[in-house]
C-alpha cells in the first residue's frame, strides 16, 4: 500500500493550498482518512479527518479554513487550506486506515509528508 502526497509548497499568509493524496496497492475498503502536521520541535497533531460516509472532524485551530474531502472511486482525499497562517506550517502526512484484499483487520497508513511553508 503506498499513500502518495502532494500540492504541498510555499505560500504567503492568507493564502491558500490544497492537498491530496492518494491511496495505492490491494485495497478492499479505506474507513477513516485524515491529514495530520507536524511542525519543527512539536509532536504529530491532527488536523481533520473523513469518514467513508463523509463525517469530518477538525482541530480546533483549522475549523473554518480547511476543507477535507474526499473521492472513494479514487481512494483519494484532499485538504483544502484557505487563510493559511504562519503557524500553519508544518510537514503534513495523509493517513488512512486501509483493509486489505484478504486481510481480517485493518491498519493505519501513512503518507511521506508534504512540506507546507507560510511566509509572514
Known amino acids: 500500500v503506498q499513500l502518495q502526497a502532494s500540492g504541498g509548497g510555499l505560500v504567503q499568509a492568507g493564502g491558500s493550498l490544497r492537498l491530496s493524496c492518494a491511496a495505492s496497492?490491494?485495497?478492499?475498503?479505506?474507513?477513516?482518512m485524515g491529514w495530520y502536521r507536524q511542525a519543527p520541535g512539536k509532536e504529530r497533531e491532527l488536523v481533520a479527518i473523513?469518514?467513508?460516509?463523509?463525517?469530518?472532524n477538525y482541530a480546533d485551530s483549522v475549523k473554518g479554513r480547511f476543507t477535507i474531502s474526499r473521492d472513494n472511486a479514487t481512494s483519494t482525499v484532499s485538504l483544502q487550506m484557505n487563510s493559511l497562517k504562519p503557524e500553519d506550517a508544518a510537514v503534513y502526512y495523509c493517513n488512512a486506515e486501509i483493509l486489505l484484499i484478504g486481510a481480517l483487520q485493518s491498519f493505519n497508513y501513512w503518507g511521506g509528508g508534504t512540506q507546507v511553508t507560510v511566509s509572514s
Open positions: 473523513i469518514t467513508t460516509r463523509g463525517n469530518t
Open positions: 496497492g490491494s485495497i478492499f475498503s479505506i474507513n477513516v
